[in-house]
């Protein structure tokens, strides 16, 4: 492996996803990466760290967001990730709202959405 930026990058997606998750994102990332697994129907609501009560409204759009950021952060292709400075342009950009609620939207509605986010 050539150590790079996008190796800060990928890092940077593994933590946050740790942090929205409340635990370690092993088993996820494996999913993402491998094309016999299919996790599409995953809801996001369950990715989410159980320990919190779901969030609504704004917050629920912020976390969408960065769940979205995350994922295009572990693209399997380190020259498809995006560079930090995206990254932080996209974090700091105001979302619009919800196409859905937290309880609706698939994990495989994330990863396909990454593609627009970043």
Not at 3 to 32: A, Q, W, Y
């Given at each position: 492996m050539?150590?790079n930026?996008k190796?800060?990058?990928?890092?940077?997606?593994?933590?946050?996803?740790?942090?929205i998750?409340?635990?370690?994102?092993?088993d996820?990332?494996?999913s993402?990466?491998?094309?016999?697994i299919?996790?599409?129907?995953?809801?996001l609501?369950?990715?989410l760290?159980?320990?919190?009560?779901?969030?609504?409204?704004?917050?629920?759009?912020?976390?969408?967001?960065?769940?979205?950021?995350?994922?295009?952060?572990?693209?399997t292709?380190?020259?498809?990730?995006?560079?930090m400075q995206?990254v932080?342009?996209?974090?700091?950009?105001?979302?619009?709202?919800?196409?859905?609620?937290?309880?609706t939207?698939?994990?495989?509605?994330?990863?396909?959405l990454?593609?627009?986010?970043?």
């Amino acid at each position: 492996m050539e150590v790079n930026e996008k190796c800060d990058v990928f890092s940077f997606g593994v933590l946050t996803l740790e942090i929205i998750m409340g635990k370690h994102s092993e088993d996820l990332i494996s999913s993402l990466s491998s094309p016999t697994i299919t996790i599409g129907d995953l809801l996001l609501k369950d990715v989410l760290d159980q320990r919190l009560s779901l969030p609504t409204n704004e917050v629920a759009g912020e976390v969408l967001s960065i769940a979205k950021i995350a994922i295009a952060c572990l693209h399997t292709i380190p020259q498809s990730r995006p560079t930090m400075q995206q990254v932080s342009q996209e974090l700091s950009t105001r979302k619009p709202h919800l196409p859905n609620t937290l309880h609706t939207i698939t994990f495989g509605e994330v990863v396909d959405l990454r593609v627009s986010t970043v």
